[in-house]
């Protein structure tokens, strides 16, 4: 079955960096557009990150440009989200997403992702 499984979450103080992992397994990776979602106590879940099948195209929300990152290893099935400049307001649980709509660009919507991670939690300390 799908299984995706976040990784790397924790405390950090404002200004520093974390690097989120999901380890892909149970689809066709390689073809898969993913993504980073993240949701805070009372808040929707919001769009982070994704990145297009082949890596070559990614998208960012506004509020992380200029200090993500994704990145993907489709040898290894991973994808990553290297986070730098943390602020207090990042303080959320991170989820991993597969769009498994082959070879299509890197999405926002939530509504194209079809399998999510449990999440992992991120804590940005002022």
């Known amino acids: 079955q799908v299984q995706l499984v976040e990784s790397g979450g924790g405390l950090v103080q404002a200004g520093g960096s974390l690097r989120l992992s999901c380890a892909a397994s149970g689809f066709t990776f390689s073809r898969s557009g993913m993504g980073w979602f993240r949701q805070a106590p009372g808040k929707e879940r919001e769009f982070v990150a994704a990145?297009?099948?082949?890596?070559?195209?990614?998208y960012y929300g506004d509020s992380v440009k200029g200090r993500f990152t994704i990145s993907r290893d489709n040898a290894k099935n991973t994808v990553s989200l290297q986070m730098n400049s943390l602020k207090p307001e990042d303080t959320a649980v991170y989820y991993c997403?597969?769009?498994?709509?082959?070879?299509?660009?890197?999405?926002?919507?939530?509504?194209?992702?079809?399998?999510w991670g449990q999440g992992t939690q991120v804590t940005v300390s002022s």
């Open positions: 990145i297009n099948w082949s890596g070559d195209s990614t």
């Open positions: 997403a597969a769009d498994t709509a082959p070879r299509v660009k890197a999405r926002v919507g939530i509504t194209f992702y079809d399998y």
